[in-house]
């Protein structure tokens, strides 16, 4: 079980017994995002300004960790690749925080991981990184037609 607190991140058995404990420094976790027993953190230290990106295992241990001064809007992990929002786009990585590649997105305000693929929200549509043809407009088409339509692009 994995515990966040103000000050660092713990691992617990079942009995509540802490096994391990990652300590946060002066830094603050301001992000999360999780993928089995690994956890993505996102770190801020106010006064330098560095955001860090921090990837601990199913121990609490760091595996990798990625640094930047941009401010990092929100955060996905997955089994093979994460991805980190900043107001430039969409950075990817490989699972150990390899930057691979920036994907410039204005007007992005949140990334959500389903599988392999990737959905971005804009102002007004839902699209899957990589795949431009696949968008979901919210504004329209009413409930039902977007429903269905959302289920056809998925199946």
Known sequence: VGVLTDRSYKVLDGMGEILSTYPLGDF???GLARYGQQVLLLCENKESRVRKILLLDENGQEKATWST??????LALGPRKAYGLTEEGIHAFTADLTHLELEPMLFTSDLHLVGDRLYYMTQDEIRVLGQQAEKFTLEESSDEEEAASFLEEET
Do not use: N, S, T
């Open 28 to 30: 603050q976790v301001v």
């Open 69 to 74: 001064g941009e401010k990092v809007l929100a």
